[in-house]
């Protein structure tokens, strides 16, 4: 039972290249979740899903994009990177609609130059 | 406003003896209140939570004490053990349940 998996785990890219990371869960969960980590700042989310198909903005979903195509997979992609989308990304999923107990992947460190 | 800070970025604490991580919140509004561990390279990890109608939870070894006069919530770590060295974060779960907010976070620092 891998529960999220998170790839790719590092990617630099340069300032307007495009690139999608890939979240996958084998947990059945129906929720799914974006996040970023700043030093020094909590998690923020960026986009989420309450099932196949759908998907809805966060708190900070500007630049980027999301699809959940397959119950077990979220993609985040971001059409044009800038330097300010620097930052460790977090995939979650969870059971319950009140995702106290959200179950994390390793994280993705993107940097963008 | 809406957010979730804590006393202390950091917390040294001696093996064996119990650890108390602070965190103060202002959404009255919050349903649910969440303590996650964050392992150097790694996601968070759910420890806890407790509902708004509660004041104490209780689970292995870790203690979460809620008091919404003061809007406090706070983490007990019994006899911490070098495995407990790691970043937790509070969070708040926003009535709603998908808008969770998280505080920045405290190292705890676990010496032998």
């Known amino acids: 039972n891998a529960g999220v998996t998170q790839t790719p785990k590092f990617r630099v890219l340069k300032t307007g290249q495009s690139m999608t990371l890939l979240c996958a869960q084998d947990?059945?969960?129906?929720?799914m979740y974006w996040y970023r980590q700043d030093p020094g700042m909590g998690l923020r989310l960026i986009h989420y899903?309450?099932?196949?198909?759908?998907?809805a903005k966060g708190e900070v979903p500007d630049g980027y994009n999301v699809s959940r195509l397959k119950k077990q997979n979220f993609l985040l992609g971001l059409e044009s990177a800038a330097p300010s989308q620097t930052s460790v990304y977090f995939c979650?999923?969870?059971?319950?609609?009140?995702?106290?107990?959200?179950?994390f992947g390793q994280g993705t460190r993107l940097t963008v130059v | 406003g809406e957010s979730v800070g804590l006393h202390l970025p950091t917390l040294s604490v001696q093996e064996g003896d119990n650890s108390i991580i602070n965190c103060a919140y202002s959404n009255s509004a919050s349903d649910y209140f969440i303590w996650y561990k964050q392992e150097s390279g790694k996601g968070p990890q759910f420890i806890i939570d407790?509902?708004?109608?509660?004041d104490k939870r209780q689970g292995q070894r870790v203690t979460v004490l809620l008091n919404k006069t003061v809007k406090h919530l706070s983490l007990q770590i019994a006899a911490t053990q070098p495995g407990d060295s790691a970043v937790y974060f509070c969070a708040e779960n926003i009535s709603g349940g998908f808008k969770t907010i998280f505080g920045a976070g405290t190292r705890l620092f676990v010496k032998a």
């Open positions: 947990m059945n969960h129906e929720y």
């Open positions: 899903s309450v099932g196949e198909g759908t998907t």
């Open positions: 407790i509902r708004s109608n509660m």
């Open positions: 979650a999923s969870s059971l319950k609609r009140v995702n106290t107990e959200a179950f």
